[in-house]
């Protein structure tokens, strides 16, 4: 389904994110992508559907190769592609049933979406969304009254809107509690399950990673350190992925580095 | 810190100098500036004299204001105030109109560079000229008379929206456009699902903002020809007329405070 092939990234700062990333991702699959802060992860998502710029390499999504595409195309192919994001990133001032329908733009003309006029397919189709992540009765709240945990099905409810092929979600649960991470993974990865949509799921928590993926891809400096099924990681795998100076047992220190994570995040 | 087995630790503490650190240097830059002061406080001359003559119409000036006599120029105020709420108005309409595509393409995170550069220069050009420049130039161009008020005030309207606007967008959160971008959306949808609703408090708060700067500007611009109240104070502080000039300042006064009220209310209600 989707295919990458020496995907490679370099800011212009001249950092380079990401060397040579050679991935699949067949129909149906959830694969976690863990690894330290700055490992590359989100880099690696948002080159997929080009938010950022890849330096080289291929990325194809079924036939079309989306590096190379301009830019009327690779509106076209974004509406394959449905993201879901860390900090939620809902349109705070509009309604939840705007949000949801903004997962329609791609397929609707500047006017009608202007006018919020959308096709009575997509209106049926966000109601159905809703329902299913349970917020039908909130369609017509502003997404700013809404708790974390709402937000973030909002969030996947627009991601499905756009009746996507590959789901990518960037740090899901990283804003949540434990309780409602796991009702997001779950919903998630069911909603996953029901479509055979195959998704790439950014993750920082690597328990809940094991959780809830079927394939594991342990990223470190840009390039890819471990791939196989949750099982398969140990204390010398978890090594290579986060190195030996960051992965530290340690109590004290491991807490100093997720705060320097949550403020750096 | 101090020795092993008892740490003694200090009990003051005093904030370090954060921009000059050398202790003489900012010695130095103390005395100079007290100096300075005082070398140009001897260098401002006083004429006593003209002093006391002024302080006498001062003091007429003062009275006419505890007397305004709204009653005898009566028709040339009114005249002037609607002059002045029409140029406003108008000002502030063409102005917010002219500077929302402007503001729009002046904000480096939504369009190419060439654009951006283009609309960075008319706000630079707009921004650069004092109001009472642009008026004694417009004025010269077009006669006295509110036509040029009306021009200037658009104009400088133009630099004030587009500058504050096009900062408001470069400020707004990145995570929401990129959310509307990967949907597949168009430049346009992203303007108007992402962009919009971020600015538009804060759009329709400088909007109103600008509204009462306008009418405050337009009393100003008045005095050199460019209609309006201002012209209407102008004549009757020429005339030695204190107590209508009083009068004029009081309905200035009153209306800005009524759309300052009215302003705050209203953003209030947008938030």
């Known amino acids: 389904m989707l295919q990458i092939r020496g995907l490679g990234k370099t800011f212009a700062t001249g950092d380079t994110a990401l060397t040579d990333i050679d991935l699949d991702v067949p129909r149906g699959q959830i694969l976690g992508l863990i690894g330290p802060s700055g490992a590359g992860k989100s880099t690696l998502i948002r080159c997929i559907n080009r938010l950022v710029e890849p330096t080289h390499g291929a990325i194809h999504l079924g036939s079309a190769n989306l590096v190379t595409l301009g830019s009327r195309q690779l509106r076209h192919q974004r509406r394959r592609i449905g993201m879901i994001f860390q900090e939620y990133s809902l349109v705070e001032r509009l309604t939840v049933m705007e949000n949801v329908l903004s997962g329609r733009l791609g397929y609707v003309s500047f006017w009608r979406s202007w006018a919020r006029r959308f096709p009575p397919d997509d209106v049926e189709r966000a109601f159905r969304l809703l329902d299913r992540v349970g917020l039908y009765d909130k369609a017509n709240n502003r997404a700013d009254a809404l708790s974390g945990g709402q937000r973030q099905r909002v969030g996947i409810a627009r991601a499905l809107a756009q009746n996507p092929e590959l789901l990518l979600v960037d740090e899901p649960t990283a804003s949540l509690d434990p309780r409602t991470s796991r009702q997001i993974m779950r919903l998630i990865t069911e909603i996953c399950a029901e479509q055979d949509l195959p998704a790439i799921i950014n993750i920082h928590d690597v328990p809940l990673a094991q959780q809830f993926m079927q394939r594991l891809v342990g990223l470190h400096a840009g390039q890819i350190v471990f791939d196989g099924p949750p099982d398969a990681l140990n204390e010398r795998t978890l090594t290579d992925i986060y190195g030996q100076e960051d992965w530290n047992p340690n109590h004290s220190d491991d807490e100093e580095s997720d705060a320097r994570e949550a403020l750096s995040a | ?271």
């Not at chain 2, 503001?103 to 109001?131: D, F, H, K, M």
């Not at chain 2, 209306?255 to 938030?271: H, T």
């Open chain 2, 1 to 271: 810190m101090s020795a092993a087995p008892s740490p003694t630790y200090p009990r003051t503490w005093r904030r370090p100098p954060q921009i000059v650190t050398d202790r003489r240097w900012r010695v130095g830059l103390q005395v100079s500036i007290l100096v300075y002061l005082v070398l140009a406080g001897q260098s401002i001359e006083v004429d006593w004299q003209r002093v006391v003559v002024g302080l006498e119409r001062g003091q007429q000036f003062a009275m006419g204001f505890l007397q305004p006599d709204f009653i005898s120029r009566r028709d040339d105020i009114m005249r002037g105030v609607v002059e002045s709420l029409t140029m406003t108005l108008t000002s502030t309409v063409v102005g917010i109109l002219i500077s929302v595509p402007i503001g729009i393409g002046a904000a480096r995170n939504l369009t190419p560079r060439p654009v951006y550069l283009a609309c960075r220069s008319i706000v630079a050009v707009s921004r650069s000229l004092q109001e009472v420049i642009i008026a004694i130039f417009l004025v010269a161009m077009f006669g006295f008379g509110p036509f040029a008020g009306f021009l200037t005030l658009s104009f400088a309207t133009i630099g004030f929206l587009a500058k504050l606007l096009a900062d408001d967008i470069e400020e707004i959160e990145p995570g929401q456009a990129d959310a509307i971008r990967a949907t597949g959306a168009s430049w346009w949808q992203l303007v108007n699902y992402a962009i919009q609703p971020q600015v538009m408090p804060r759009l329709i708060g400088l909007s109103l903002y600008r509204l009462d700067i306008n009418f405050r500007e337009s009393a100003v611009i008045g005095i050199v020809g460019a209609g309006g109240i201002g012209a209407t104070l102008n004549t009757a502080i020429d005339r030695y007329e204190y107590d209508s000039a009083g009068a004029i300042l009081l309905i200035i006064i009153v209306i800005v405070m009524a759309a300052e009220y009215a302003s705050g209310a209203i953003r209030k209600l947008v938030q």
